[in-house]
């Protein structure tokens, strides 16, 4: 499974490794549980539950994307070096000297650890016994991105839903300050990057419309 997982699977037309299929992966994520729930009409109603393949699967993902993330921030944040210094300086960033890995802990803020609510938090620390700064360690914040998406783990959870109960009442909204400047600029280059896009792709259509008005309409009548 690991190996399927990491290097993929023979294809056996090309004798070459292919990642695995979206199709197999969906079945293989999930196993299906009866727990008692009937519905209206008298059918069983199953719950999803991620498999052991599932927790792999979903945990390669989420440090791949955590990764690409990482790197494309250390990209867009060098191409306004003397705007963005002092923001990620902030948070330990040092964008003279910067690496992608060094985006690691940004980008973990910024497509996951922002989105929890304190109770998480706060029993995310409390099972490793560590400091505010293990929150942004990617290997011990991954086994929680596929949890979120266990409705096992959820149901014996209850801190996914509700804050009645806190563990550590650590200040978050303080400590998480600088991130959410730094995260806010993220976006906006982001945005502006993907208008950028946008433009040069309207603009690329626009000159393939001209080209082809032109070869079909910009011939003298006289030579027909």
């Known amino acids: 499974m690991e190996s399927a997982i990491n290097t993929g699977i023979p294809n056996p037309l090309t004798l070459k490794k292919v990642a695995i299929p979206s199709y197999v992966v969906n079945k293989l994520l999930y196993y299906n549980v009866f727990n008692g729930r009937m519905s209206d009409d008298g059918r069983k109603l199953y719950d999803r539950y991620l498999t052991d393949f599932g927790e792999k699967y979903l945990t390669k993902i989420f440090k791949l994307r955590i990764g690409r993330l990482s790197e494309k921030m250390y990209v867009y944040f060098q191409q306004i070096l003397n705007t963005s210094r002092s923001a990620l300086a902030n948070i330990g960033i040092d964008l003279v000297t910067a690496k992608p890995a060094d985006f690691v802990p940004l980008a973990l803020f910024h497509s996951f650890i922002k989105n929890l609510k304190p109770t ?27 949890r979120t998406k266990s409705t096992k783990y959820k149901k014996e959870h209850p801190s996914f839903y509700t804050e009645s109960m806190r563990l550590c009442h650590f200040d978050y909204i303080e400590f998480f300050n600088h991130y959410e400047v730094a995260d806010s600029l993220f976006k906006e280059l982001a945005l502006s990057k993907t208008k950028e896009i946008l433009t040069k792709q309207i603009e690329t259509f626009n000159q393939k419309v001209e080209t082809n008005e032109k070869y079909t309409y910009g011939f003298p009548l006289d030579l027909c």
């Open 120 to 146: 998480l938090l706060d029993e995310i620390l409390s099972e490793h016994y560590g400091s505010l700064s293990d929150l942004f360690d990617v290997d011990l914040i991954a086994p929680y991105y596929y």
